[in-house]
């Protein structure tokens, strides 16, 4: 890694300073995806185990479920999409619209059940 | 009538009421106007309809004669160099963020108040009336009094109605100024106005949400009575219209049923006329206005309606399965009148 | 003013093979072109839906007028607002984006040039699709916003609402790409020295208006997508038939809606932002915190949408909250209005015609922003939503807020952009008429209101007591094409007899004003060195001196394509088989009425326009990809 | 790593290296483009699973989720395409090192990987329009397959990209200063297994309150 002039590389640009990142290697990201095949193991587990099945066990299994797909949406954007490491602003630009889109249409979804006294 | 003002409030909103009524005047009389208020609820919003009138009459005010004033004094007027160099002032920037914030606030909480009151369920007792919004006309339901009519809703003064709003095909909106707002006719949905209308006398709304062709055309009348007129005009539309179509014989009916009209209309009475497309007809002759509000309901509207039912209100879908003859209109709207 | 070292001289000008004539404006990646090619196309445009305008003020000017049909009627106000709204506001303030931004951060052109040339050929070509509707004989019909169930096929059998689908989207795809070139643009284009906090407003507010595009644009993309699939396929997304609710409809479009409306006006803001302040001589009064609360209003426009259906039945904690957030709003909305006085404030104010538009955007704004006040309150809005109250209160916002900035921004840069000056004189008729002729035809629309007329109505009874407003209200709308031609007669006749501009005829502060006007195709012979937020203005009265940035001698102008214009047919082929279809399932609706969408096959016509679109599309991505660009 | 050190301020370093001249964040202009992108991108999908949410349950008629999704069928094809991610970044981390060979295989193996999901897709599609569930059908046709068959165009596209690098690749190389053009694929890559993550969670593993099979 000795050519920066195309800034392709992770940490290329303004957070290059910070050379104190550890660069995921071959063998991080190996790593990183034996972690993601043991999360969908897990998650699909969490949907067919009887503990959760019962109706009042739901709430946890569906918050299980999506504590499992977020810790997975952010593994594969920390680390494969090198946002963890490459330069703030890229961050910036995914995570607030990903924020608002969340918050908004979360608002919309939750409107559509609102159906008064009918 | 639900809260008593206050004095200061009175004279605000009489000022406020006597400046734009003094507006409204330049208009003539408009039946449609929002500042005439016949119920509780028109009386609740009334109070924050006028708060925030005045205050964002105000700011004007100010921000008018700001501008007015900077726009006059700092002219240029040929004075050499270039003026003071000024940035900012943040004392002067969080003071007019903030005071703005305080106006909202003022605004915000009346408001909520309201919001909330005014969504308060019917109470015991209410008329029930289902208000259902078609292309393009209304049709009103009494579930509890057996009552069906179309664009003509008379209510009781003094006795809270409780309407439902519902839609058959598009959206639509029930708007009745004078009874505090509108709302939305939604498909699928159901919506509700709940109010207690003050003074009796006739009154006009009109549909508020597009909804197609015309739009414009669909109107409607509320009327609103005293609790025992009110009772007598139930009884007579409980009642089943007169004559039988089929036994009478009479050239009216005749035509009424082989023109095709019961297939969309229902004159009660006669099980073969139970169309529930069109307008119900039993007493149509007994309302106001027919084409949903927009023709007085005399023989020449009749006729012009049944000539023309396209030309008189576009895109209609009351279809004619042919043109009638001009014998044929004459015989239909005879009868129909009779259907008081 | 004397030359200053950025200005350009014809000798300066690289030695450039162009093509000339109509193939260069066809295949032009020139910011600069494609910025006038944007303006004249949405002036086209303008004047369109202008007219448009004046047959609906011609067809309510008195009770019961039969000028034209119900359904005609219909129509015109739908693409009025649909032609105002995506083809008129939005690609004017794209002009100015594409000609002025570049110049003022200190760049040679926006980060992606035939990117640039693609949006504007969408745009031209979606605005075209839209308008061949009328052609046709199918103008759509179903209101602007479009609600749901009307705009499903069930209620609108014609092809007519699929030109206007298949035309926003296409539109859309325009303005996404357009927004992501912007922001590129202004976040990574920008000239040595040109911190965040260095960049004019205009800049900033075109940025703020670059993310709203980017963001709210995928909503209505695909609320737009469902609603064709709903006409054209027969999936059940807005119809209450099947459960579907057309709420969700209104809920996708007004997520977009709102944030639509701070698209439309934030830029002329902006531009006012620039105007009053050369005009008073004097820097923008608390720079930053117009910056902040532009920022604040683009971020609020997302959480504000249901107060377009307070009357949509959403319940009182739904009401209450969007009524909280609407009148928020209202805040930094009002702190702009009052530093613009304050910038104004112990100026030297030369009331040129730019600062006259400018001037008078803040009064017009003043009162449509306070009337959205009154609406931002449900008890109110019960009253005023979809009466003339709403109607006055947009075009205040939109004519007397977005339409007066863009005039401002045309005075002011037109000297720039052409290198002659408009006739001040004939500026200021323009401006008094139009200023007087939108006040004459809104300000009753809030009479109208008040006194209960809907909107969209096509006629109307004597009875209703509307009359007298109607007529005051036709009358001057009426009035407003007479300040227009005056207007177009100072462009063509200053185009050519106008006085000689010079570069810096207002005594600016920004970039633009240090190079030549007009500027010239590589606009600066070398990037500026930028050390304050008033270059110009410091290095003429300050101490700062605007450095040179010497590091990039060479100045590298890409060459002219015609990819992008393909590629911009391959998309609307692609939507616009969408058209075929939906005039298919027409035919078939016709001759057996009882049929459904769903038994309808799809032709081989739909289907080989499809796989044509695909096939221009990849032959114009893949030939672009590997065109040589040195 | 030796440059940045050589050279301060680093900001300036970079911007003086980089081609045409600077940029005023260091950072490439495609790239910044590409996150705008797909920051617009996470609006045009949250609409899609909002609509879907939007009418959870509320299906008039069957098939409902249970009575047509196979499990194991959809758990297979999941981890494929997350597995298709990991082969990703080893072909962008090839380029970089300017390995041809390994670029070339996993290129290959990642649009593979990709089509391979799509085929599995095109089955399970196949297969619930065989147990009657269609577009038409209900609310939750009607949405699953225009959320789902978004993301799939979404592959697709992804799949002729890979396959127009591993051309390239294989008939002139991508040289290591061109590594931009892969990472900007693998970066739209990566974002569609992050939708499908979100879409096999909310659609196939949490159970849907329909009442049916």
Redesign the interface.
């Known amino acids: 890694m000795t050519d920066h002039r195309h800034g392709s590389e992770p940490g290329h640009g303004d957070s290059a300073g910070a050379a104190g990142h550890a660069h995921p290697t071959v063998k991080t990201y190996t790593g990183i995806a034996l972690l993601l095949f043991a999360i969908t193991a897990l998650e699909v587990w969490f949907s067919v185990a009887p503990f959760l099945q019962p109706p009042d066990r739901r709430p946890l299994m569906i918050f299980l479920l999506l504590a499992a797909a977020t810790i997975k949406f952010a593994i594969v954007v920390g680390w494969f999409m090198h946002l963890k490491f490459d330069a703030p602003v890229y961050r910036r630009l995914f995570v607030a619209p990903l924020v608002v889109t969340i918050l908004a249409e979360g608002v919309v979804v939750w409107l559509t059940q609102i159906h008064l006294r009918a | 009538m639900s809260n008593s003002p206050r004095p200061v409030r009175n004279v605000a909103a009489a000022v406020a009421t006597s400046l734009l009524a003094a507006l409204a005047g330049c208009m003539g009389d408009a039946p449609q106007s929002t500042l005439h208020k016949n119920s509780d609820l028109a009386d609740m919003t009334w109070g924050v309809y006028m708060l925030v009138t005045w205050i964002t009459l105000a700011v004007g005010v100010v921000v008018f004669a700001l501008l007015a004033y900077v726009v006059f004094r700092f002219r240029d007027r040929g004075e050499e160099g270039i003026p003071e160099q000024v940035h900012g002032n943040t004392r002067l920037e969080i003071a007019w963020t903030l005071v703005p914030l305080a106006l909202v606030v003022a605004m915000a909480i009346p408001t909520v108040r309201t919001i909330f009151a005014a969504a308060a369920p019917a109470p015991e007792g209410a008329v029930k009336i289902k208000a259902v919004g078609k292309q393009w006309w209304w049709e009103f339901e009494y579930p509890e009094l057996g009552v069906t009519t179309a664009n003509e809703v008379h209510i009781p003064a003094g006795v809270p109605v409780a309407f439902e709003i519902v839609s058959a095909d598009v959206i639509h909106s029930l708007w009745l100024p004078q009874f505090g707002g509108k709302r939305d006719a939604v498909p699928g949905r159901t919506n509700h106005l709940t109010f207690t209308a003050r003074d009796t006398g006739n009154f006009v709304g009109q549909c508020a949400e597009y909804c197609g062709d015309s739009h414009a055309l669909m109107k409607l009348r509320l009327v609103v009575q005293e609790e025992a007129d009110f009772q007598r005009w139930v009884q007579e539309q409980k009642a089943p219209a007169q004559g039988d179509l089929v036994a009478s014989g009479k050239p009216g009916p005749k035509a009424f049923l082989e023109g095709g009209c019961i297939a969309c209309h229902q004159v009660r009475g006669n099980p073969i006329a139970a169309g529930r497309i069109g307008p119900d007809l039993t007493h149509v002759a007994s309302r106001g206005t027919i084409g949903s509000g927009i023709l007085d309901n005399d023989a020449e509207s009749m006729r012009r309606w049944l000539r023309d039912p396209e030309g008189v209100k576009p895109g209609s879908l009351m279809k004619l399965p042919h043109k009638l003859s001009e014998q044929e209109v004459e015989t239909l709207t005879q009868y129909l009148l009779e259907l008081k | 003013m004397s030359a200053t070292p950025l200005t350009a001289h014809p000798a300066h000008a690289p030695p450039a093979a162009a093509p000339s004539g109509i193939w260069d404006w066809i295949t032009t990646v020139d910011h600069k072109k494609i910025g006038l090619m944007y303006g004249v196309t949405a002036y086209g445009f303008f004047l369109l839906g202008g007219i448009e305008a004046l047959v609906i003020r011609a067809q309510l000017v008195k009770p019961q007028s039969e000028l034209v049909?119900?359904?005609f009627f219909?129509a015109l106000f739908t693409m009025h607002a649909t032609t105002m709204v995506f083809l008129a506001v939005m690609p004017l303030s794209a002009a100015f984006f594409n000609y002025i931004v570049p110049l003022q951060i200190g760049a040679r052109d926006v980060?992606?040039p035939r990117l640039n040339a693609f949006s504007y050929w969408l745009f031209l070509l979606g605005g075209l699709l839209i308008n061949l509707s009328f052609l046709l004989g199918f103008p759509p019909d179903g209101?602007w916003f479009a609600?749901a169930?009307?705009s499903e096929r069930m209620?609108s059998h014609s092809p007519a609402m699929d030109y206007w689908v298949v035309g926003l989207l296409v539109l859309g795809t325009a303005s996404?790409a357009a927004?992501?070139?912007f922001?590129?643009t202004i976040?990574?284009?920008?000239a040595?020295g040109?911190t965040m906090m260095r960049m004019p407003v205009f800049v900033w507010m075109t940025l703020v208006v670059q993310f709203l595009v980017?963001?709210?644009?995928?909503?209505i993309?695909?609320?737009l997508?469902?609603l064709l699939?709903d006409r054209t396929?027969?999936?059940?997304?807005f119809l209450?038939l099947?459960?579907?609710?057309?709420?969700?409809w209104q809920?996708?479009f007004w997520?977009f809606g709102h944030p639509e409306v701070y698209i439309l006006i934030l830029p002329a803001m902006g531009m006012v932002s620039e105007v009053l302040p050369t005009f008073?001589?004097?820097?923008l009064?608390?720079?930053?915190?117009v910056v902040f609360s532009g920022i604040l209003i683009g971020?609020l426009g997302?959480?504000v949408w249901?107060h377009h259906m307070f009357?949509?039945?959403?319940?009182?904690v739904?009401?209450?909250a969007f009524?909280?957030t609407t009148?928020?709003i209202?805040?930094p909305t009002?702190?702009k209005?009052?530093?613009w006085?304050?910038t104004?404030?112990?100026?030297?104010?030369?009331?040129t015609t730019a600062m006259l538009f400018s001037?008078g955007f803040?009064?017009l704004f003043?009162?449509g922003g306070?009337?959205g006040?009154?609406h931002a309150?449900?008890?109110?809005?019960?009253?005023?939503?979809?009466?003339y109250f709403v109607v006055a209160h947009i075009h205040y916002v939109l004519f007397g807020g977005a339409i007066m900035g863009l005039f401002s921004g045309i005075y002011y840069w037109f000297p720039k952009v052409t290198g002659r000056l408009l006739d001040e004189g004939l500026g200021k008729v323009h401006f008094t008429l139009q200023f007087v002729a939108l006040n004459i035809a809104f300000f009753p629309m809030h009479?109208l209101?008040?006194?209960?007329?809907?909107?969209?109505?096509?006629?109307?009874?004597e009875?209703?007591?509307?009359h007298?407003?109607n007529l005051v209200s036709t009358v001057g709308a009426w009035m407003i094409p007479i300040g227009l031609l005056v207007f177009m007669y100072n462009v063509w006749w200053s185009a050519r007899r106008g006085p000689r501009a010079g570069d810096d005829p207002w005594d600016g502060a920004s970039l633009e004003w240090a190079i030549s006007s007009p500027p010239p195709v590589h606009n600066f012979d070398a990037?500026p060195n930028v050390p304050s937020d008033r270059p110009l203005w410091d290095q003429k009265?300050g101490d700062a001196t605007l450095g040179l940035?010497r590091?990039?001698p060479h100045i590298?102008l890409p060459p002219n394509s015609y990819r992008p214009l393909i590629a911009a047919a391959g998309v609307t082929t692609v939507f616009g088989a969408f058209l075929i279809r939906g005039h298919d399932i027409y035919r078939h609706l016709l001759d057996a009425p009882g049929s459904t969408?769903?038994s309808i096959p799809f032709s081989s016509l739909f289907l080989a326009t499809v796989a044509t679109g695909v096939i221009v599309l990849l032959y114009g991505l893949?030939t672009w990809f590997f065109e040589p660009v040195e | 790593m030796t440059t940045m050190t050589e050279t301060s301020p680093a900001t300036a370093a970079a911007r003086a290296m980089l081609p045409e001249h600077g940029t005023s964040l260091g950072v490439p202009n495609l790239k910044l483009a590409f996150w705008t992108f797909l920051g617009s991108e996470c609006f045009f999908f949250g609409t899609l699973v909002a609509t879907y949410l939007s009418y959870r349950g509320k299906s008039l008629t069957g098939p409902y989720p249970a009575d047509v999704f196979n499990f194991a069928v959809t758990s297979i094809s999941s981890f494929v395409l997350l597995m298709s991610s990991y082969l990703m970044v080893l072909a962008l981390a090839a380029v970089q090192r300017g390995d041809r060979g390994k670029t070339l295989a996993w290129l290959f193996g990642t649009a593979l990987f990709g089509l391979i999901f799509l085929g599995f897709q095109a089955f399970e599609f196949t297969e619930f329009y065989a147990k009657g569930l269609t577009l038409q059908k209900n609310l939750f046709g009607t949405t699953f397959f225009v959320m789902t068959g978004f993301h799939g165009a979404h592959v697709a596209v992804g799949v002729l990209w890979l396959l127009s690098l591993f051309v390239v690749a294989w008939v002139k190389g991508i040289p290591r200063e061109k590594a931009l053009n892969v990472e900007v694929a693998g970066l739209y890559w990566h974002f569609v297994d992050i939708v499908w993550i979100v879409i096999f969670t909310v659609v196939y593993l949490i159970p849907d309150p329909s009442k049916g099979a």
């Open positions: 049909s119900a359904q219909n980060a992606f209101g609600y169930s009307l209620y996404l927004g992501v070139n922001i590129v976040l990574n284009m920008r040595p040109m980017v963001l709210s644009f995928p909503i993309t695909v609320g997508i469902e699939l396929v027969g999936t059940n997304f209450p099947h459960g579907g609710d057309p709420l969700l809920h996708l997520l008073s001589r004097k820097p009064f608390g720079a930053p915190f971020f997302f959480g249901s009357t949509a039945g959403l319940g009182p739904a009401d209450a009524s909280a009148m928020l209202g805040v009002g702190v209005i009052f530093n006085i304050a104004m404030w112990g100026g030297r104010l030369r009331f001037v803040i009064a003043t009162i306070l009337s006040i009154m309150s449900p008890p109110i809005d019960l009253h005023q939503q979809d009466s009479f209101g008040v006194d209960g007329m809907p909107r969209r109505v096509f006629t109307y009874d009875a209703d007591g509307w007298l407003w990037i009265y940035d590091r990039d590298h969408i769903q893949y």
